[in-house]
């Protein structure tokens, strides 16, 4: 795989909470039309799709695109959970670099209900329940929600290793609604401290509150992607490319460790990371800006470490020392994370990029990350798979 991809153009709509939005066939296609004008090519021009949701029908993604356009190009469907998304981005990127096509759209949308995550199908084995099993025999609780009872655990498993505090959580979640209020696409704009976080209804004693916990919401976003020459022959904006990216799933560290993060993808999540810096020759250390995958703020507080952001055991100092956040080491989740903007599963992953991208091109606005030329980009889903993908200007 030679071929440079570049990312031509990126489009998303305001994420809203369950029953305030369009249904998903008219969010997805706003999306769409959102990515194809910033990319400047109609819809006609596209080769492939991959549209990624995980509360939908089969051929979703078909019944959202045909109301873009019906060019009989081929369409598929993808589900990796809450990491769906970013896979969307990285089938797309490999069609390009393989040569398979010249350009792709990744699309993805959610609509969904409020409340905790549920299953589809009750009537047969879920995904999930291998992770579930190793819940109850490290943790019990089980009348704690899984995603809750997965999310909260890692969290928990490092407060146990490392003395972390409940309240370090508690300022992550305040961080991402000061970001989040220069962002009219998030659900959630009203700044909150952290105190306020603290005391806010508590979901399991100890542990978290309500407000660490990210909003079920509906939303959609899309991203067209082109080869370098592709680009270049139709005068498509070549400033943004994906230096690198990996796509991991659980290893054996999940179930054989005893270790909760691991169960949160916390290992998964680090090999990734470690694929792409290798890949690109570029260390965290050279990171300006990063969207990760905070739906909690326990996640967000594994990730630092995951992502080499911090060493292991010093994510309480990097909070402490005000290195997620603007005028500190990075800028984590300029957007307001899945916290603040909303987690609708299937768009998650290309909101993602779309902030990214955003920040790449200095269109950030109040958001915007002074002098921003590195970025990567961390979505994960439980079952599961880590994708995580750098970007450069």
């Known amino acids: 795989?030679?071929?440079?991809?570049?990312?031509?153009?990126?489009?998303?709509?305001?994420?809203?909470?369950?029953?305030?939005?369009?249904?998903?066939?008219?969010?997805?296609?706003?999306?769409?039309?959102?990515?194809?004008?910033?990319?400047?090519?109609?819809?006609?021009?596209?080769?492939?799709?991959?549209?990624?949701?995980?509360?939908?029908?089969?051929?979703?993604?078909?019944?959202?695109?045909?109301?873009?356009?019906?060019?009989?190009?081929?369409?598929?469907?993808?589900?990796?959970?809450?990491?769906?998304?970013?896979?969307?981005?990285?089938?797309?990127r490999r069609a390009i670099a393989s040569g398979e096509a010249d350009i792709v759209l990744a699309l993805g949308f959610e609509q969904m209900n409020p409340g905790a995550l549920g299953t589809n199908f009750p009537d047969r084995p879920d995904a999930t329940g291998r992770f579930m099993e190793e819940c109850d025999r490290l943790l019990g609780l089980s009348d704690i929600p899984p995603a809750l009872r997965i999310f909260g655990g890692g969290g928990l498993e490092h407060m146990r290793r490392f003395g972390t505090p409940m309240e370090t959580f508690a300022k992550i979640r305040a961080k991402a609604s000061r970001h989040a209020a220069n962002n009219p696409m998030s659900v959630f704009r009203k700044v909150v401290t952290t105190e306020e976080v603290m005391a806010?209804?508590?979901?399991?004693?100890?542990?978290?509150?309500?407000?660490?916990?990210?909003?079920?919401?509906?939303?959609?976003?899309?991203?067209?992607?082109?080869?370098?020459?592709?680009?270049?022959?139709?005068?498509?904006?070549?400033?943004?490319?994906?230096?690198?990216?990996?796509?991991?799933?659980?290893?054996?560290?999940?179930?054989?460790s005893g270790d909760m993060r691991h169960l949160a993808g916390f290992g998964m999540s680090r090999a990734a990371a470690n694929k792409v810096y290798e890949a690109a020759g570029i260390g965290a250390e050279d990171v300006d800006v990063v969207e990760l995958h905070d739906c909690f703020a326990h996640n967000e507080l594994l990730t630092y470490e995951a992502l080499s952001l911090c060493p292991e055991g010093g994510a309480q100092k990097f909070v402490d020392d005000g290195d997620n956040t603007y005028g500190g080491r990075y800028v984590v989740n300029p957007s307001g994370g899945l916290l603040s903007k909303g987690h609708p599963i299937g768009a998650t992953g290309l909101a993602q990029c779309t902030e990214l991208v955003q920040q790449l091109r200095g269109q950030a606005d109040k958001r915007q990350v002074e002098g921003a030329r590195v970025a990567v980009q961390h979505n994960v889903g439980i079952g599961g798979a880590a994708v995580v993908t750098m970007y450069r200007n």
Not at 30 to 49: P, T
Not at 225 to 249: N, P
């Open 200 to 256: 806010d209804p508590v979901m399991w004693p100890g542990v978290m509150t309500r407000l660490m916990a990210c909003p079920p919401t509906c939303g959609a976003a899309a991203v067209v992607l082109c080869s370098e020459d592709y680009a270049k022959k139709h005068g498509l904006d070549t400033r943004v490319w994906i230096a690198a990216q990996a796509i991991t799933t659980d290893g054996p560290e999940t179930f054989g």
């Open 1 to 92: 795989m030679t071929s440079k991809v570049v990312v031509a153009g990126v489009g998303m709509i305001p994420f809203k909470k369950p029953g305030q939005s369009e249904t998903y066939p008219v969010m997805g296609a706003q999306a769409a039309r959102l990515a194809l004008a910033d990319a400047r090519v109609g819809y006609e021009s596209i080769q492939q799709a991959y549209a990624s949701f995980i509360y939908g029908d089969s051929c979703s993604g078909q019944r959202a695109l045909y109301d873009v356009g019906v060019t009989g190009i081929p369409i598929f469907n993808v589900n990796n959970n809450c990491s769906s998304g970013s896979s969307a981005i990285y089938l797309a």
